[in-house]
């Protein structure tokens, strides 16, 4: 048979168990229980803390609101007055946090802060730490139990021997070819 007979005979096979797949019932929904993708975490802006927050004082310049709460996420061109601090962290099996802060200025100073209520920086790494489920590891070793179903090796001589194992002999072929 030539090469491209054999290729198209290949081809046939090869489309011929995809049309046996693809017909068969669940086949699909099995395939992509099996086959999950990873997902990262997501975190997009600043982490505000509630220590950050008790920082603020009225009368504070643009400036020094910054260097407590870093850059905001939001400036609107719109809204020159208010400064919009969001937090979001989004983790696969657990629930999206979401956090909002927004800073309100009078003639370039701090006026006053609203917002969610924002959680301590401990309180935030204890809910990072709490939420995430750890994988089930499984037992790597065999309980006696398990053990006694399989017959005990014997040794041909008891004690340790004295003389050295010979090393396995073995043989390469020529690294060039004898024809040059």
């Not at 009368?59 to 400036?75: F, K, S």
């Not at 969001?86 to 909002?100: M, S, Y």
Request: aromatic letters at 6%.
């Amino acid at each position: 048979m030539s090469a491209p007979a054999r290729w198209g005979a290949r081809r046939g096979a090869i489309v011929l168990l995809a049309a046996v797949l693809a017909g068969c019932a669940g086949t699909g929904e099995r395939l992509s229980n099996i086959v999950t993708p990873y997902k990262v975490a997501v975190v997009q802006g600043n982490f505000v803390s509630r220590e950050q927050v008790q920082m603020l004082q009225p009368g504070m310049g643009r400036q020094q609101v910054r260097e407590i709460l870093g850059t905001p996420l939001m400036v609107s061109v719109f809204h020159g007055d208010r400064w919009e601090y969001v937090f979001t962290l989004k983790r696969p099996g657990v629930e999206a946090q979401t956090r909002k802060l927004t800073v309100f200025f009078k003639d370039n100073v701090m006026d006053h802060v609203e917002g969610d209520e924002m959680p301590s920086e401990s309180e935030f790494v204890a809910s990072l730490t709490s939420k995430v489920s750890k994988p089930k590891v499984p037992q790597l070793e065999a309980t006696d139990a398990q053990l006694a179903r399989f017959p005990k090796a014997e040794s041909a001589a008891p004690g340790p021997s004295t003389a050295p194992a010979a090393p396995p002999v073995a043989s390469y072929p020529p690294l060039e070819s004898p024809r040059r």
